[in-house]
């Protein structure tokens, strides 16, 4: 069964950074690299929303607007982990943060890791 684990997560001050790492386990027949690798988040009161993903083959990246430029997305299939670099985080950065796993019906969610950005 396949498992995530977020990791990385807390208290941050704005314009600081943090890393959140994913930890994938449990493929079969289906290995990690064939994978669409994204995060998401859920803020209080909104719904879940894209944040950045990565393609299973050649690393193609993609991001949503409000965190072009602070965050990076980059995966490691040897070690089966997706990671998120942010940076220059802001209070609207506070959220729930989630990874997730996507490979046509096959949709695998993590339990998420919390993000606060605030003095």
């Known amino acids: 069964q396949v498992q995530l684990v977020e990791s990385g997560g807390g208290l941050v001050q704005p314009g600081g950074s943090l890393r959140l790492s994913c930890a994938a386990s449990?493929?079969?027949?289906?290995?990690?690299?064939?994978?669409?690798m994204s995060w998401y988040r859920q803020a209080p009161g909104k719904e879940r929303e894209l944040v950045a993903d990565i393609s299973s083959v050649g690393g193609v990246t993609n991001y949503a607007d409000s965190v072009k430029g602070r965050f990076t997305i980059s995966r490691d299939n040897a070690k089966n982990t997706v990671n998120l670099q942010m940076n220059s985080l802001k209070p609207e950065d506070t959220a729930v943060y989630y990874c997730n796993a996507l490979r046509g019906p096959y949709n695998y969610w993590g339990q998420g890791t919390q993000v606060i950005v605030s003095s």
């Open positions: 449990g493929f079969t027949f289906i290995t990690f690299s064939n994978y669409v």
